[in-house]
């Protein structure tokens, strides 16, 4: 399996609390730990949730 890209907001300034999201959508992490855990999410799902 070739590995995920991951991507930042535009609007992320160095050295602020951001995360990533993976490119095809299925999950999230720490952009200052990119080594890290990631956060296995369905982004679909969570969006969904947050317009009510």
Known sequence: MQ???WRKS???SNGSN??????DLSAVRDSKN???PALPVDIQSLVR???G
Do not use: A, D, F
Request: glycine share 12%; charged share 20%.
């Open 3 to 5: 590995n995920p890209t």
């Open 10 to 12: 535009t609007r992320s």
């Open 18 to 23: 951001c995360v990533e999201v993976r490119s």
């Open 34 to 36: 990119p080594g890290g």
């Open 49 to 51: 949730h947050l317009k």
